[in-house]
């Protein structure tokens, strides 16, 4: 009797603890969370996203898509560190350009960011897919660095041509002062 009441007491505190479906989507999306803290402390640019639908297929896009638009919020964030610091060592006048610099790479880096864990949950008629992505943070910083140098060459352009302008203007001034004496 005894066995059989311990049993009864053991069968009725697991079912009491028995998690319900949303306990269990918490749980994956904290799980899921945290792995990408994890990720980004260890200087890998990832992202998480989630996608819910009828169809699987549909469901692993939105993920997809989620994924990389945090991923895209992560690159700004790590750009605009990036280019504080460039700032600081090329100086001020470039700033205008960083902002066309960014989003050149926020569109050209994500083609290389990959889904490296997946899991997946089955409800009654859907399917909510959790994905992480990560991208390669040197491929990152390879293209902030391109977009940085070609945007540097504009700028040299730019300058010398307003300077050969300039340059034009005073030899006409004098030369126009030459002609009136």
Do not use: W
């Not at 990560?134 to 060459?153: G, I, T």
């Amino acid at each position: 009797m005894k066995k059989l009441l311990a049993t009864l007491a053991t069968l009725a505190l697991l079912a009491g603890c028995a998690s319900t479906p949303q306990e269990k989507a918490a749980s994956a999306l904290a799980e899921m969370q945290q792995e990408k803290n994890e990720l980004i402390q260890k200087g890998v640019v990832a992202g998480f996203g989630i996608g819910e639908s009828q169809d699987e297929q549909i469901a692993y896009d939105k993920a997809d898509l989620n994924a990389r638009t945090d991923i895209g919020r992560e690159l700004e964030s790590k750009l605009q560190n990036l280019t504080r610091a460039y700032a600081e060592e090329v100086g001020s006048e470039l700033t205008q350009h960083f902002e066309e610099v960014k989003k050149n790479v926020v569109s050209t880096t994500l083609r290389g960011a990959t889904i490296i864990k997946i899991k997946t949950e089955a409800k009654e008629n859907t399917v909510k897919v959790y994905a992480i992505m990560a991208m390669d943070p040197k491929l990152v910083r390879e293209a902030f660095e391109a977009e940085l140098a070609a945007q540097q060459a504009d700028v040299a352009r730019f300058r010398a041509a307003k300077a050969y302008g300039d340059a034009n203007a005073e030899f006409a001034a004098y030369e126009a002062a030459k002609a009136n004496k």
